[in-house]
């Protein structure tokens, strides 16, 4: 007879015998925070509005709670993989990211949430490669311009003078947020933050300029498919 | 910042007691951002390509940042994984 707890025991280890990079694995987890996006293409409907309303908060609640065992040492460092030695007794990125990415979720215009968000999700794991890999004079040429893309991309429908300002204010302060290091206030939340109070700035003065507000660039769905 | 305060925490596993959580995450890691990125597509196509409206032409935009975006870095990641599973 098969004896199912042993077999259990035998996949535990085999699965455990896996090794991750925690580089790259740090990389993957900034990617894949795109994926909050889906937040506005969620249908307006009662039900979904709730779950929006509800759930990121939960989430930014359960990983602040965590980090707080994990600081008293209530729960072992080591089920928290990729972190940093400067992280060790300290906030995590993962906090600041979280915390940064539901403040834009909740509180900005969709216009100004997303490229702040794909700025940190996609333009920080490119800008840490080009760190990584050449000086930091092609950090800030090529971070500039990509994090600029995002501007561009979410502000197509707007005025061609708005697309220039935003993209070139957006850019500026995304790479101020990722290349001005603190140690108490990581990078994660500044790369976010600090283009997006730029843009709410622009965003207050689009009125006063004679210029239209641009149309959102994801409509909820009906949720047909 | 110093150089060794980049470096990343060393763990000591205890591979008998649980699945590791970052093995437990993998999945979501990588599978969640495809289907939202499949899901801006496809929303597009719907509403946007049969549904003869221009609006929707920045879903397809970020559908295909959100995919492009972290294949490039799930791939090697994923890739990391194999040497590291070799070298074991």
């Keep these: 007879m098969v004896n199912v707890a042993d077999k259990l025991k035998d996949a535990k280890i085999k699965i455990n015998s896996l090794d991750f990079d925690a580089h790259w694995y740090r990389r993957a987890f900034h990617a894949f925070g795109a994926s909050f996006l889906i937040y506005y293409l969620l249908p307006d409907v009662y039900l979904i509005n709730l779950l929006k309303l509800w759930i990121p908060p939960l989430i930014v609640l359960f990983v602040i709670i965590l980090e707080v065992l994990r600081l008293t040492g209530k729960i072992s460092s080591d089920h928290f993989f990729g972190l940093r030695m400067y992280e060790k007794k300290r906030v995590g990125s993962y906090v600041f990211f979280a915390v940064a990415i539901i403040i834009l979720l909740r509180f900005f215009p969709q216009q100004i949430a997303i490229p702040c968000i794909l700025c940190a999700t996609l333009g920080d794991p490119i800008i840490g490669e080009i760190r990584r890999r050449y000086s930091m004079n092609y950090v800030y040429i090529i971070g500039f311009f990509v994090c600029m893309y995002f501007f561009i991309i979410t502000w197509f429908k707007a005025d061609v003078f708005l697309i220039i300002l935003v993209s070139i204010v957006g850019g500026l302060g995304a790479l101020i947020g990722e290349t001005k290091k603190f140690w108490w206030l990581d990078d994660d939340f500044m790369i976010q933050m600090i283009p997006a109070i730029l843009l709410l700035i622009i965003w207050i003065g689009i009125p006063h300029l004679g210029l239209s507000y641009p149309d959102v660039i994801i409509s909820s769905s009906f949720m047909h498919w | ?88």
């Design chain 2, 1 to 88: 910042m110093v150089k060794k305060e980049m470096e990343y925490v060393k763990k000591q596993y205890y591979f008998s007691k649980i699945i590791r959580t970052e093995i437990l995450f993998t999945p979501l890691l990588i599978g969640l951002p495809l289907i939202v990125g499949s899901f801006f597509i496809y929303d597009w196509y719907i509403r946007g390509v049969i549904g003869n409206c221009t609006a929707y032409n920045g879903e397809l935009i970020l559908g295909i940042i959100i995919i492009i975006g972290n294949i490039a870095f799930d791939m090697p990641f994923i890739k990391s994984l194999k040497v590291l599973s070799k070298k074991k």
